[in-house]
């Protein structure tokens, strides 16, 4: 077989395995909307896209923490809302909310009305309860890891 056809035939192989990547996403989303008819596509800082649905906000378990910025030592602390489907993730609407902002010594600082903009948006005692329990790891890792620099410090040797 000459290069030129077997060229082709990679090329077509290639196409054909993008359209089934395609198709598996569009059912996929399809699926979600069917779940959740108000779904929406949010693209979040970094490119992160995420489905958000408000029919989600009072049945949420699961939360997704990351930090806004890679580079500020204030960081605001997202908090993103989901439940897991058989189709994948469904976000809150809001899909993410600030719960806090990170400090390079004491960790996550909790905003002083976190608890009441996600009872606000009508969020899981589930997900309350992980976001304070967040702040409470945090704050618990950051003495911990004071305390062993103290011991360190301490040790004569």
């Known amino acids: 077989m000459n290069a030129a056809v077997e060229a082709m035939r990679k090329d077509v192989d290639a196409a054909r395995a993008e359209l089934e990547k395609k198709q598996a996403e569009l059912n996929r989303i399809e699926n979600l909307a069917f779940l959740y008819p108000d779904l929406e596509r949010k693209v979040g800082r970094w490119n992160r896209v995420v489905y958000s649905s408000e029919a989600v906000n009072a049945r949420a378990t699961d939360v997704f923490f ?32 600030f719960v806090g902002e990170q400090h390079w010594i004491s960790g996550a600082i909790p905003n002083q009305k976190w608890e009441a903009q996600l009872r606000e948006a009508g969020l899981s005692e589930a997900v309350i309860e992980r976001v304070r329990a967040r702040f409470e790891r945090d704050r618990a890792d950051r003495i911990e890891a004071a305390s062993e620099e103290t011991a360190v410090a301490d040790d004569p040797d």
């Open 66 to 97: 990351r930090y806004n910025c890679g580079c500020c030592a204030d960081s605001p602390l997202e908090a993103w809302p989901f439940v897991k489907t058989e189709h994948g993730e469904v976000y809150s609407k809001p899909a993410f909310f």
